[in-house]
C-alpha cells in the first residue's frame, strides 16, 4: 500500500511540475535556416543562428532569424520608438509553426515569411491602434527576395498585402523593452500579450525591440 501511495504521488507530482512549466513560453536557441524553401540570397544575409519559440502547451510557435546587421541612423519620427531603422529595412526570416494570427486579427498561414520594419500610417482609421507606430510587417518570400534593398512604402505594404489577402499588411506591434537581462525572452504584458523581447544586431548598439506574438489591438 505504502509503495503505492508513493507511486501516485509521485505522479502528482509530475504532473504538477509539467503543469507549471506549460504556463510560460520559453525561447531555444536553433541553428542556421538550411531550408531551401527560402531562397539562397535570404538565407545568406542571416546569422548562423536562431531562435525557436515554444508556447504554453509546450509547442513550437515560430521560429526566427535575424539579419547579420540591420542599418541604423539618428533619425527622430512622431509616435515611433524605433525610427532609427529605416522603413523598408530586412530585418529577418520568420517560420510559423501553425496558423497564427496578427496583431490585427488576420491569420496567417504556417511558413517563411520575411519581415520588414514599418510605420502605421497617421490617419483616422488607425489613431489609437497601437501604443506607437512601429511594425514589422510579414512578406511572402516568393516575393520580397532582396534583402539588400530598403522596400519603399507602397511595395512593403503590396507584399505584405499579400499574406493576409485583404486590404491590410500582416502586421505585428513593437513595443519597447523595459529589461534587457536575459534577452531574448518571452514575457507577458499587463494587456495579456505574449511579447517575445531581443536585440536587433545593428553595430554594438542595436535596439532591444518586443514583438507582440500573441494578442491583438483593442477596439
Known amino acids: 500500500m ?20 506549460a504556463d510560460e513560453y520559453k525561447v531555444e536557441p536553433i ?22 519559440v515554444v508556447d504554453d502547451q509546450g509547442n513550437g510557435f515560430c521560429e526566427l532569424w535575424l539579419s547579420k546587421s540591420i542599418p541604423t541612423k539618428k533619425t527622430e519620427v512622431t509616435g515611433a520608438n524605433f525610427a532609427q531603422i529605416p522603413e523598408g529595412s530586412f530585418i529577418g526570416i520568420i517560420n510559423f509553426l501553425s496558423d497564427k494570427s496578427d496583431y490585427r486579427g488576420q491569420g496567417i498561414k504556417p511558413g517563411f515569411y520575411t519581415l520588414r520594419y514599418g510605420l502605421i500610417l497617421q490617419d483616422g482609421n488607425h489613431q489609437g491602434v497601437s501604443p506607437a507606430r512601429d511594425f514589422f510587417l510579414a512578406c511572402p518570400i516568393t516575393e520580397d527576395k532582396n534583402p539588400a534593398v530598403q522596400l519603399k512604402t507602397e511595395d512593403l505594404y503590396k507584399f505584405s498585402r499579400i499574406v493576409t489577402g485583404t486590404g491590410h499588411p500582416s502586421v505585428w506591434c513593437l513595443l519597447l523593452v523595459s529589461e534587457r537581462e536575459g534577452l531574448p525572452k518571452v514575457v507577458k504584458n499587463d494587456s495579456e ?22 494578442g491583438r489591438a483593442e477596439g
Open 2 to 21: 505504502n509503495q503505492f501511495l508513493v507511486a501516485l504521488l509521485l505522479v502528482a507530482i509530475s504532473a504538477f511540475s509539467s503543469a507549471v512549466k
Open 193 to 214: 500579450q505574449v511579447v517575445l523581447e531581443l536585440n536587433i544586431p545593428s553595430g554594438s548598439t542595436g535596439p532591444t525591440i518586443g514583438m507582440v506574438i500573441v
Open 31 to 52: 541553428a542556421a535556416l538550411a531550408d531551401t524553401k527560402v531562397p539562397d540570397t535570404l538565407r545568406n544575409a542571416l546569422e548562423n543562428k536562431g531562435i525557436r
